[in-house]
């Protein structure tokens, strides 16, 4: 396989052109097209996130370390 075939194969699907996913996904964007399963796996990632940050800084005040008022504040957030 020469340079240009790996080039053009990691990046794209048979007869697809050049454009990768994530440049799909950002033009969808800009355009304002709905990607509903990026959205739900978005939402879906930043609920875990908010829990996990919560469940370490409460974690981490119980154990004696320190826990300052930017910490409260994300957990209001969450």
Do not use: P
């Not at 240009?4 to 007869?15: E, F, L, M």
């Not at 996990?52 to 910490?71: C, S």
């Amino acid at each position: 396989m020469g340079e240009s075939d790996y080039t053009y194969s990691h990046c794209t699907k048979a007869g697809e052109g050049l454009i990768d996913e994530s440049s799909r996904i950002q033009v969808g964007f800009i355009l304002g097209r709905k990607w509903k399963l990026l959205e739900a796996f978005a939402a879906v990632t930043l609920f875990k996130y908010g829990i996990w940050a919560t469940v370490m800084i409460i974690w981490t005040g119980l154990l004696g370390g320190e826990v300052n008022w930017q910490h409260y504040m994300l957990i209001v957030s969450v």
